[in-house]
Nanobody
Framework: QVQLVESGGGLVQAGGSLRLSCAAS????????MGWYRQGPGKQRELVAT???????VYADFVKGRFTIARDNAKNSVYLQMNSLKPEDTAVYYC???????????????WGQGTQVTVST
C-alpha cells in the first residue's frame, strides 16, 4: 500500500557530507511526521531527526548543528543533509513516516528499508 524508498547513503571521509532522500509512494491520504532514525553496529535504533507537516523539527543532541532535516509535502519526501560527518555516525539510516492511507484513513507507521552510511577516518 505504502512504500518508503531511501537513497543517498554511501562511504565518506570524516568531515565530509552526504544527503539522504526518502520518498513515500502509494495510496496516501496525508503524511504527518516524517523523520530519520539510525542503527549503528551493535546498537539500538535511535532517533536522528523528525519534521512535522508544518516543518517543526526535532533533532537528537548528537546531530544538532551538523544535520538538517527538510521535507517536500507535495512529493511526500523527506531529506537529511549531513555535514561534518564523524566515524560514530556510521550506521544504517532508516526513513520513517506516519501516514494516513486513503484505504484506512488511519495513522500508520511506515519504515524504509535502510541505507548504509559509512564514515571513514
Amino acid at each position: 500500500q505504502v512504500q518508503l524508498v531511501e537513497s543517498g547513503g554511501g562511504l565518506v571521509q570524516a568531515g565530509g557530507s552526504l544527503r539522504l532522500s526518502c520518498a513515500a509512494s502509494g495510496i496516501i491520504f496525508s503524511t504527518n511526521v516524517m523523520g530519520w532514525y539510525r542503527q549503528g553496529p551493535g546498537k539500538q535504533r535511535e532517533l536522528v531527526a523528525t519534521i512535522t507537516g508544518g516543518s517543526s523539527t526535532v533533532y537528537a543532541d548528537f546531530v544538532k548543528g551538523r544535520f538538517t532535516i527538510a521535507r517536500d509535502n507535495a512529493k511526500n519526501s523527506v531529506y537529511l543533509q549531513m555535514n561534518s560527518l564523524k566515524p560514530e555516525d556510521t550506521a544504517v539510516y532508516y526513513c520513517y513516516a506516519q501516514i494516513i492511507t486513503s484505504l484506512t484513513l488511519r495513522k500508520q507507521d511506515y519504515w524504509g528499508q535502510g541505507t548504509q552510511v559509512t564514515v571513514s577516518t
